[in-house]
């Protein structure tokens, strides 16, 4: 009984992993979301809005 589901586990889990990832592989590469990839990769860069409620203390004279 073991050694069945063991099989059957190991043969069915390994389809569905490369399906799923084929499925992640295709959703990257689409075309049509270059440009949304392009903006999350910017965000961190963005020194124009902080965090929702965050201080950044912009505009104020520290010293």
Do not use: C, I
């Not at 390994?14 to 959703?27: H, K, T």
């Not at 910017?42 to 965090?51: N, R, S, T, V």
């Amino acid at each position: 009984m073991y050694e069945a589901l063991s099989q059957f586990a190991q043969t069915w889990g390994l389809l569905l992993f490369v399906l799923l990832f084929a499925g992640v592989l295709v959703y990257a590469l689409w075309p049509g979301n270059g440009e949304r990839f392009q903006q999350a990769a910017q965000m961190p860069l963005d020194d124009a809005e902080g965090p929702e409620g965050f201080d950044t203390g912009k505009g104020r004279n520290h010293g």
